[in-house]
């Protein structure tokens, strides 16, 4: 169906001029009009979005479908606005940041068809903005299915930032930077950065009871959003009345203008769940890396790594340098033989070598948590049959923290009906994000929070769901074990601008052993050792682990100190310097104390940095301990070389910092009396 864009505002009740919404700075602006087809009666709403004058997004077609009829698309006859304005703060139980100023510009469209009327919900602020679908349950509408027809057509050329999210690997792929006339198929959020310097991130927020979108390109700048179907090809199952997730389209100046924004949070609904005092950030060590690692099995046998010992010995080593909880993998029955896609992860019974009882007292007596695991394999019928039990069994030993997983290729989610017939379900379709809902929900009400691995996209939940904590949900650290060749020296400076826009990830950082060998075959992690160090705060999650082993810690016992103390929930971050893919500092202030941290990160290339200081808190002096690569460091020749100094600094000083090839550097700032 062919397009012809005749704006003809004349026909509509909106009076003329009144139909855009700008930012309260007046940078950005959405405007509303209208096209046809050649079936004169066939009327499509459009937008437009400016930025600093500059057209960023020519006329995108917006609408829905419902149950493959055109009631939203024939005989627009009226359009309604009601406009507000809002400007509120509001305050984060965890976060990047304490304080959120939500301030934006709202209109809501009311469109009026032959039939029905359905509505677009505009929102806009500084740094980007948001629309939504809405429709309102009304006389003679009763509608099962939707599918959205919402375009991005993208009036520059540039770079993109992207990836698939398709195959076997799903999310978990490295990211791409090509022309953006070259993607194809990509899942958000995907970046842009225009050739007029102008930088743009496509994503969603408030994914409920939807399926998540994938972009695929057209050609000509044009991307239209594609939801993930049901298994039989549906797109999303409704009733009315309806309302879509947010889709979202940051605008930024400069690449670090991507990392400040709250967009996303600032689209979700506050928190639900009331006291949530009870929802833990912190560190935690586990029995993890050493299987990944092949020093052990998950599974039952000679080389099983979830002993009782053995988690005795992780929660010792946590209690003697303050971590706050120990994960045990291979816990629980179901490990033997093929379990990915297999009901046969026992999620309520121990292995017998790992006495659960035993070992939570034994961290509740040390001051540690026991953190909790639940690998699904991806069959999620199963899981969800057990997914109480197995919340009990955990809140009775006083677990706070689970760790879920869903192992499998991206549409092999088991889901087993009623009948009993199996169908396989996409990991950010329809049912998986139901999925998780339930999971976090049934959660809550045990006061555990989850860590999703294989999850669904972030699309800013931890608001509404404060227990909701981190997610996978990109390629982690564990590819530097499983991948050939593993990780590339950029892919941690990527993901800042890509994935980590949408929410926190458990990448797990702070690998200390760099070169290693599986299977008789050497492996490298890809960075240096003091950027292992400035992972932790260039990379945000309310809780970090610390996966190596205490005797590759102890090895570098000055540098482990900055893991040590490096917290993991903040009062203020801000971001400093960068370029997409290229490198990136953030500043961070600690939640609830005095001290800032800074984390930077280059990719393959060398770096000096010089950093003005302007962050730190006026009047103050501050001991700052420099973690940083030595003069001759390299990931590949020598990634252990690092040097530790100290000097007194206050916000008039700029530091000058050398980073190597792959490297990085760590500081913390202690106000001096
Ligand atoms: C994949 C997860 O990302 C990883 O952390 C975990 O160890 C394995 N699945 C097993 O559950
Ligand atoms: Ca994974």
Redesign the pocket.
């Known amino acids: 169906m062919r397009l012809g864009i005749g704006v003809f505002f004349a026909l509509l009740s909106l009076s003329a001029g009144a139909e855009g919404v700008s930012s309260p700075d007046g940078s950005i602006r959405f405007e509303l009009s209208f096209a046809q087809t050649e079936d004169p009666s066939e009327t499509y709403p459009v937008y437009t979005v400016t930025f600093d004058d500059e057209e960023i997004i020519r006329p995108s077609r917006l609408g829905l479908r419902a149950d493959d009829r055109d009631d939203f698309s024939t005989g627009l006859s009226r359009v309604t606005v009601a406009r507000k304005t809002s400007d509120t703060t509001w305050e984060q139980p965890w976060g990047e940041r304490r304080f959120v100023r939500d301030h934006n510009n709202q209109a809501i469209y009311t469109l009026r068809f032959d039939a029905f009327e359905m509505a677009v919900h505009v929102r806009v602020f500084d740094d980007g903005l948001a629309f939504r679908y809405a429709i309102p349950e009304q006389d003679g509408l009763d509608i099962r299915t939707v599918d959205e027809l919402t375009q991005f057509v993208v009036n520059r050329s540039g770079t993109a930032f992207w990836q698939t999210g398709d195959g076997h690997e799903g999310y978990e792929h490295l990211y791409q930077a090509t022309d953006i006339d070259d993607v194809t198929t990509a899942h958000t959020p995907i970046t842009l950065r225009l050739d007029t310097g102008t930088h743009l991130s496509f994503h969603e927020a408030a994914l409920i009871d939807y399926p998540a979108y994938r972009l695929i390109a057209q050609g000509d700048g044009r991307f239209d959003v594609d939801l993930r179907p049901w298994s039989d090809g549906t797109k999303a199952r409704v009733s009315l009345p309806f309302l879509s997730p947010w889709r979202t389209i940051q605008l930024a100046r400069s690449a670090t203008g991507l990392l400040d924004s709250d967009l996303i949070l600032n689209l979700n609904e506050p928190n639900v769940l009331g006291d949530v005092s009870w929802v833990e950030p912190g560190k935690y060590a586990g029995i993890?890396w050493e299987i990944?690692r092949g020093l052990g099995t998950w599974s039952t046998g000679p080389r099983h790594a979830a002993t009782t010992a053995a988690a005795k010995a992780k929660i010792d080593f946590a209690a003697e340098y303050g971590f706050d909880g120990v994960l045990a993998?291979g816990w629980n029955i179901g490990w033997d033989g093929d379990w990915v896609g297999e009901p046969i992860q026992d999620l309520t019974r121990s292995v017998r070598g790992f006495d659960l009882p035993a070992v939570a007292r034994y961290a509740r007596d040390s001051g540690v948590r026991l953190v909790g695991h639940q690998?699904t394999g991806g069959h999620v019928t199963h899981y969800e049959k057990q997914m109480d039990a197995a919340f009990d069994l955990l809140e009775r030993h006083g677990v706070r923290q689970v760790k879920t997983?869903y192992?499998g290729r991206t549409g092999s989610l088991k889901r087993v009906d009623d009948n009993g017939v199996t169908h396989f379900e996409h990991k950010d379709g329809q049912f998986a994000v139901r999925h998780h809902m339930t999971n976090i929900l049934k959660a809550a009400e045990r006061r555990i929070s989850i860590n999703t691995?294989?999850p669904v996209k972030d699309t800013g939940l931890r608001r509404t769901y404060p227990n909701w904590l981190s997610r996978?949900g990109s390629r982690?650290q564990?590819f530097n074990v499983w991948g050939d060749p593993g990780n590339p020296p950029e892919h941690e400076v990527m993901l800042a601008y890509t994935r980590l826009l949408s929410g926190p990830m458990d990448f797990t950082p702070g690998v200390f052993d760099l070169d290693f060998e599986i299977s008789g075959k050497p492996r490298r992690v890809q960075t240096t050792l003091a950027k292992q160090l400035a992972l932790y705060v260039t990379i945000y999650s309310p809780i970090q682990m610390v996966p190596d082993m205490r005797e590759n810690y102890e090895r570098y016992r000055d540098a482990f100190q900055f893991i040590v103390d490096v917290p993991t929930d903040w009062e203020e971050s801000v971001a400093l310097a960068g370029e997409v893919g290229d490198f990136v500092a953030f500043a961070r202030k600690e939640r609830g104390g005095d001290d800032w941290y800074l984390g930077a990160i280059t990719d393959e290339q060398a770096r000096d940095l010089s950093l003005p200081l302007g962050f730190l808190d006026d009047g103050q002096s501050y001991r700052a301990t420099i973690y940083s690569d030595g003069p001759d460091a390299h990931w590949e020749t020598s990634p252990y070389e690092y040097v530790i100094r100290q000097s007194t600094v206050n916000n008039k000083n700029t530091l000058e910092l050398k980073l190597a090839p792959g490297g990085g550097a760590a500081i913390r700032f202690e106000p001096e009396e």
């Open positions: 993890w990944h993998e690998e997983g192992v691995h294989e996978e982690g564990e």
